[in-house]
């Protein structure tokens, strides 16, 4: 049999190698400032088209190239970093295995425009594919620019599943934030399809923050500086209130370096878990600085895993340090805690509850027109029809017209539902009377489904809600990677009610916000929470209306564990069975369930 193991021709190599460390444009973009921030620059400039599929350029005016490193800088493990394999283990530069050219030539086309200071005249390297076509002198200024164009021109199978723009547009703004939050000393610009989207000169490591997340963090972040034997903590942790639904807004440094660790970020978690409530994620931007023999960042070709030396004494110091900031401004209540310390700890849910308006639209009904008690008992019957009568029904068409719970509409008719038959369990249920039995309805679930179905009748319908113009407009903090999406959906917000503007900071102010919201809170919690989680694609758009409208259901919706008057459950009972759907709220938990006699008769009869 003939030989059949061959090696393979250096094009096809490189095109392999850059697999390795080219995934997408955001990896360009890493690989390329990187360079930069080693070449000892102090301001950078990053542009991109068409999120980096048609030209990514990097500017800088570091210490540039001469014409023989210009053109050796390309081939492969070609670097100035190591001299020995000793040396992979004192790095305190971003790149150093001589890689990230030589796979980005591979699989685009690539001009270097480079100076050093002491030249006057540059050089400019032109390469397509790996193949050098020309190297020129040019004048230009000092540092270098580099320009990619054309990512995966010769591997079409690569550049078919790149994700849309919008997507990755994100994961290059995601890389860009993390160079820019470890390197406060150098001036960054980003600029796209010729729009400036951030522009921040040297500033301090809180001033940096701000910049890129909004104002709102000024208030909201603790600064940490703790050393300790062989391990330096510092940066900014998010108070209790500043945690979030999302894990969004979590920065891990090591030596200035971005990391992904499950290990470390457990840590910080843990230290923050026994403060907050189930669901919510701290806010972090942390800089651990160890010994660099103390570490290997060889172990991924991104350089955005870590192996520690002791990774578990690691965990403790840094847990330690966490705890010891929080400790210093917060506290966590005692069992034996009263109502006011309660609401006096940080970050507690019944916070809240300080921004409900005393639940005016229950306490204080308008009157509704009188009711035919008929109307309501055919309501009631379809509850006890079978499942398969229920869906053979035309959708309540027999029920009497819809409230109008917008306006805050209650029934003080007590002949409509008697007081007698509707009474509410451990204040979290209301038991209400029907003629086969009763039904147990979950007073949380009912409200929230009426809400949602009335949000969603004012947008549809095009109703002209009610708007409370803010004496304070409201600044919403979120990141500023978001407004994209805001600015895409605030037509929608304004057929809600809500009046949203940006300024040219990119900060968004509430203007206005719908008059018959019952917790005014409710409404910077949705809006941050849809707009934090929103889909990476703007896709979501055609869903903003109904993902928005549960959000503002659920948070508005009376919670359980609360007491509610006959009116209120009177309000509950009759505007649930007049919904289009009373069975289930909007994310399809139930929101009653129905208890029959002749099943209650059989348990009493058992032997």
Known sequence: MSDIIQLLPDSIANQIAAGEVIQRPASVVKELMENSIDAGSSEIVLAIKDAGKVLIQVADNGIGMSDTDARMCFERHATSKIKSANDIFKIKTKGFRGEALASIAAIAHVELVTRQEDKDIGTRIVLIGSKFKSQTAIQSEVGTKISVKNLFFNVPARRKFLKSDSVELKHI????????????????????????????????????????????????????????????????????????????????????????SSYLNHAIFSTYEEYIEKGVFPVYFLFLEIDPDKIDINIHPTKQEIKFEDERLIYSYLKVAIKHVIGQFT?????????????????????????????????????????????????????????DEVERSTSFQELPSRLNSSEGLLMDNQNTISEGNVFQLHNSYILKEVKSGFLLIDQKNAHERILYEEYMRNYNFGKNVGMEQLLFPQVLDIDKNKVKFLDSVLDELSKFGFILEIDESKNICIKAIPSNIINKKSVYLALRDIIENSNESLEIESLFKEDFAKKLAKLNARKRDESLTIEEMIYLVENLF??????????????FIKIEMDDIIKRFNQS
């Not at 939050?181 to 809180?206: C, Q, V």
């Not at 009263?338 to 639940?359: L, Q, T």
């Not at 007049?578 to 929101?591: R, V």
Request: aromatic content about 12%; some cysteine.
């Open 578 to 591: 007049n919904c289009e759907n009373p069975y289930n709220t909007p994310s399809g938990k139930k929101c």
């Open 173 to 260: 703004n995601d890389e860009f934030i993390r160079l820019a939050l470890a390197h406060t000393d150098i001036a960054f610009s980003f600029y796209h399809n010729g729009k400036e989207l951030y522009r921040m000169p040297k500033s301090n490591l809180k001033a940096r923050i701000t910049g890129l997340f909004g104002r709102g963090f000024e208030s909201k972040i603790l600064r940490i500086s703790e050393e300790m034997e062989i391990l330096k903590v510092s940066g900014f942790i998010g108070k209790l209130e500043a945690c979030r639904k999302s894990r969004t807004n979590q920065f891990l440094f090591v030596n200035n370096r971005f990391i992904k």
């Open 331 to 387: 506290y966590k209540p005692t069992l034996d805690f009263n109502d006011n310390d309660f609401d006096n700890f940080v970050g507690s849910p019944n916070r809240i509850k300080e921004d409900i308006e005393s639940s005016t639209s229950y306490k204080n009904p308008r009157i509704t027109p009188d009711r035919n008690r008929e109307d309501w008992e055919k309501a009631f019957e379809i509850v006890g029809k079978n499942d």
